[in-house]
């Protein structure tokens, strides 16, 4: 019996010791994430100021041998955006592995965002809009940081409450409404005449518009050059 209780303690602890020495052998999931994690903060900070890296941690059940070369994190393409990127890590010595790992960068910003639902179409005052911090990596249409660059804009559809104000939610109000009468400037040179005419449409500042001269009836297509003048030349 004590022979055997012996023969049992020796398989035990030679199990034990088998299992240690695999452990030790073990690349530290850790270090791997920390590779990575250093390699996307250090592309992070050549392109914005003041970056945030946060790593989806490895699967624990993960088994990689011991990395006796160094790890070396990679990229198979250039970290020029904030968002969600995915960044490789590897081992050359003893036994070559590569994981990749996804990580996310977040970039704060002032933005301008809506301070009160507005309806379709309204134009847009300083009590409409206020300042907020948010990441640009979740917007892909861009975002304003100037409230006075969007005052007086007009929005295409409605906006709730912080939403970010990109680009495309906004139009310049039209300042030249169809129907209505227009000085139609015609230029040549120096010399400019400047008759009546009737818009044709809808149209802002810069845009082109086809306009009727009320002395000749005919349609000619000029560019709104103010309310209610359009500039077209001969």
């Given at each position: 019996m004590y022979k055997l209780l012996c023969s049992v303690c020796f398989v035990l602890s030679a199990n034990l010791l088998t299992l240690t020495a695999q452990a030790d052998n073990l690349q530290s999931l850790a270090d791997v994430e920390h590779t990575a994690f250093t390699y996307t903060l250090a592309q992070a900070q050549t392109r914005f100021n003041n970056p945030q890296v946060s790593v989806?941690?490895?699967?624990?059940?993960?088994?990689?041998?011991?990395?006796?070369?160094?790890?070396?994190?990679?990229?198979?393409?250039?970290?020029?955006?904030?968002?969600?990127?995915?960044?490789?890590?590897?081992?050359?010595?003893?036994?070559?592995?590569?994981?990749?790992?996804?990580?996310?960068?977040?970039?704060?910003?002032?933005?301008?965002?809506?301070?009160?639902?507005?309806?379709?179409?309204?134009?847009?005052?300083?009590?409409?809009?206020?300042?907020?911090?948010?990441?640009?990596?979740?917007?892909?249409?861009?975002?304003?940081?100037?409230?006075?660059?969007?005052?007086?804009?007009?929005?295409?559809?409605?906006?709730?409450?912080?939403?970010?104000?990109?680009?495309?939610?906004?139009?310049?109000?039209?300042?030249?409404?169809?129907?209505?009468?227009?000085?139609?400037?015609?230029?040549?040179g120096t010399m400019e005449v400047r008759m009546q005419g009737t818009a044709m449409s809808d149209a802002s500042l810069g845009d082109r518009v086809r306009v009727k001269n009320l002395s000749s009836e005919r349609v000619v297509e000029g560019v709104v050059d103010g309310p209610g003048v359009v500039r077209v030349t001969m």
């Amino acid at each position: 019996m004590y022979k055997l209780l012996c023969s049992v303690c020796f398989v035990l602890s030679a199990n034990l010791l088998t299992l240690t020495a695999q452990a030790d052998n073990l690349q530290s999931l850790a270090d791997v994430e920390h590779t990575a994690f250093t390699y996307t903060l250090a592309q992070a900070q050549t392109r914005f100021n003041n970056p945030q890296v946060s790593v989806t941690p490895l699967d624990k059940r993960l088994r990689l041998q011991h990395c006796e070369k160094g790890l070396e994190a990679f990229s198979n393409r250039d970290i020029a955006t904030a968002g969600n990127v995915t960044v490789g890590v590897r081992c050359q010595e003893p036994v070559a592995w590569t994981v990749y790992i996804p990580l996310q960068i977040k970039v704060m910003r002032p933005m301008v965002v809506i301070a009160r639902p507005v309806s379709a179409n309204h134009v847009l005052t300083k009590q409409d809009l206020r300042i907020e911090q948010h990441d640009i990596g979740k917007l892909r249409q861009g975002y304003m940081a100037n409230i006075a660059a969007v005052v007086g804009q007009q929005v295409k559809y409605s906006l709730g409450l912080g939403t970010v104000i990109q680009k495309n939610h906004l139009r310049p109000l039209n300042i030249v409404k169809r129907g209505e009468s227009i000085v139609l400037v015609a230029s040549a040179g120096t010399m400019e005449v400047r008759m009546q005419g009737t818009a044709m449409s809808d149209a802002s500042l810069g845009d082109r518009v086809r306009v009727k001269n009320l002395s000749s009836e005919r349609v000619v297509e000029g560019v709104v050059d103010g309310p209610g003048v359009v500039r077209v030349t001969m």
